[in-house]
């Protein structure tokens, strides 16, 4: 239930402004990957292209090829929607919708293409869900209860159930810690590492050691200056990219020198 | 070191606050010395009507008798009027939130305001004119196909100038006002639920049924209110188009009435009981809209643990 994504050549225009300069990167299976860098950088942007996400931002294109398990996301005739019920999503701040129930929350992609489920099925689901999130025991006794009612890493869990109650092949994260307090982080770092047993996840994160704690693989990102794309810097595993990385600004940025 | 008390007198800065906080506090205490004293007036003009006797009154039985067919007829046209501007201004106003490119939205939205400018008088000649013509000969088609409902029981007007018309006028009146409030509420679901949606793998309608209308849904509830509000108190372009009568059930014949309407068209040649059975009927219009109104609220307040305010 996960696969692996290669980019190949990928460059990231905003209209004609050139965001993100190609990057060529292939993320494993079963794994997770971090992608590091100063604000700006890119990596967000780049990361709303695994799924095309950047596509609900006007004017926001691509060029090249992001291929799961060899589909080509941007080929003929592929679906936005389906590509995003593949690759799931979870935000920079927790989005569960406010006027749904907790169960509602978790069951509202399951519920989406009017696929239709039985009240069993969607009762198993939304605690395999919550119990896949590490937030069945904190709210079974108030399924019915708002989402909003809870707090700000509980809806973040709530956010990461709802992404995987849809079976998704691949995660990502875009800075899933960033509006959270250090134990709620934890908990969310904790569940990131059983992720990875079944997901192929991909986490933007601008606290470094959370990348060293939680990936196997590390992207740096950077920028040469204002106005100028992104780049993809140094790809390897992330304890060689955080002890002995190939390049100077890399090391640099891992060392706190700068950024 | 000069010495900076705690206790300045010198308020300079605060006169402002002061001005401000008075002239906010006037303005609040004006509005329910209106609302009170319009209030007091409908109720004292209204009592000469409300305890003659039956035979003194229009109609000749009483005040209730001659008040709740207008009632009646003032719902009718209302509800006409919301049934069809609600899903087209709702329609309307998605498109222009949230399909339209921008440039067109921007436009569109215009023209929709623009709607609102006409004054009623000229709807009211339009419809009279205009719409009650065209729209006759379908009257007759739904007497004759559709007679067996109540609602479009024959012999349909010839002349068009039904509640039904009517209620189609309203419609267009109180479409700009639900379609500009719409636009706005629906601009402002906030893009974190959105791209909620769109991200695990929702259509663009899925999208706006998961997020965009849950999120406005109680500002669509006040948009409908106050479009209500328009169509219930509504006077020229009934007046003009409307050929009043009797209470019927039948929507494509002349007949019926509406309170504000009635009003209208009888006050300037009343005089003694007559005018405060004019005024009566304006309190019980009062009263049907502060009735809406306040079932309106209680709508929006059931829902409020989910509206996302928390």
């Excluded at chain 1, 299976?29 to 604000?39: D, E, L, N, R």
């Excluded at chain 1, 979870?90 to 489920?117: C, E, H, Y």
Aim: glycine share 10%; hydrophobic share 50%; with cysteine.
């Amino acid at each position: 239930m996960s696969k692996r994504i290669d980019v190949k050549d990928l460059n990231v225009y905003y209209g004609d402004f050139l965001a993100v300069e190609d990057v060529s990167i292939n993320i494993e299976a079963k794994s997770v990957t971090a992608f590091i860098g100063p604000s700006g950088c890119g990596k967000s942007t780049f990361l709303r292209t695994l799924n095309r996400m950047h596509e609900v931002i006007p004017g926001a294109r691509v060029e090249g090829e992001v291929l799961l398990d060899g589909d080509n996301l941007y080929g003929p005739g592929v679906d936005p929607v389906t590509v995003r019920s593949q690759i799931g999503m979870v935000f920079q701040r927790p989005n569960p919708f406010p006027t749904m129930s907790i169960r509602d929350n978790v069951l509202a992609g399951v519920k989406l293409n009017n696929k239709k489920i039985s009240k069993g099925e969607a009762d198993v689901l939304v605690e395999r869900s919550l119990k896949g999130a590490n937030l069945w025991n904190e709210v079974k006794d108030r399924l019915e209860k708002p989402g909003s009612g809870l707090s700000g890493g509980q809806q973040q869990r709530l956010c990461i159930a709802r992404a995987i109650a849809v079976e998704p092949q691949v995660i990502l994260m875009d800075e899933p810690c960033s509006a959270l307090d250090p134990i709620s982080t934890l908990a969310i770092e904790d569940l990131i590492n059983e992720l990875k047993d079944q997901y192929t996840v991909v986490i933007v994160t601008h606290n470094m050691q959370q990348a060293a704690r939680v990936s196997d693989k590390t992207a740096f990102f950077n920028i040469a200056g204002t106005g100028k794309p992104g780049k993809l810097i140094e790809y390897g595993d992330t304890h060689t990219i955080f002890s002995n990385p190939v390049q100077k600004a890399t090391e640099d940025y891992v060392s706190g020198r700068f950024g | 070191m000069t010495a900076t008390s705690l206790t300045s007198t010198q308020g300079a800065g605060r006169t402002g606050d002061k001005v401000f906080s008075g002239a906010a506090l006037a303005a609040g205490c004006l509005i329910l010395a209106v609302l009170f004293g319009v209030a007091l007036f409908l109720v004292v003009q209204a009592i000469p009507a409300l305890t003659a006797p039956a035979d003194k009154i229009q109609g000749g039985q009483g005040f209730f008798a001659y008040i709740w067919p207008i009632v009646i007829g003032t719902l009718i046209a209302a509800v006409i009027a919301l049934v069809i501007a609600t899903p087209v201004a709702i329609g309307v106003a998605l498109f222009i939130s949230h399909f339209a490119p921008r440039r067109l939205a921007s436009g569109l939205g215009y023209v929709v305001d623009l709607l609102a400018a006409i004054p009623s008088v000229v709807y009211g000649a339009w419809g009279a004119a205009f719409l009650a013509k065209q729209i006759s000969p379908a009257y007759g088609w739904l007497a004759e196909n559709m007679g067996w409902l109540p609602i479009f029981q024959g012999p349909a007007s010839t002349t068009g100038k039904t509640i039904l018309t009517a209620g189609i006028v309203l419609a267009v009146m109180v479409l700009p006002i639900i379609t500009s409030l719409s636009r706005e509420i629906f601009l402002q679901t906030p893009k974190l639920h959105e791209e909620a949606a769109l991200a695990l793998g929702a259509t663009r309608w899925e999208m706006i049924k998961m997020a965009v209308l849950p999120f406005g849904r109680p500002g669509i509830i006040s948009a409908i209110m106050l479009g209500l509000g328009r169509a219930l108190g509504e006077t020229m372009a009934v007046a003009l188009v409307l050929s009043s009568g009797a209470l019927t059930a039948s929507l494509i014949q002349s007949g019926n009435q509406t309170i504000a309407a009635e009003i209208a068209l009888n006050f300037p040649e009343a005089s003694g009981i007559k005018v405060s059975t004019l005024i009566a009927a304006g309190l019980v219009l009062f009263v049907i809209t502060l009735a809406v109104n306040m079932i309106a609220r209680w709508v929006i307040t059931r829902h409020k643990e989910f509206s996302g305010a928390n």
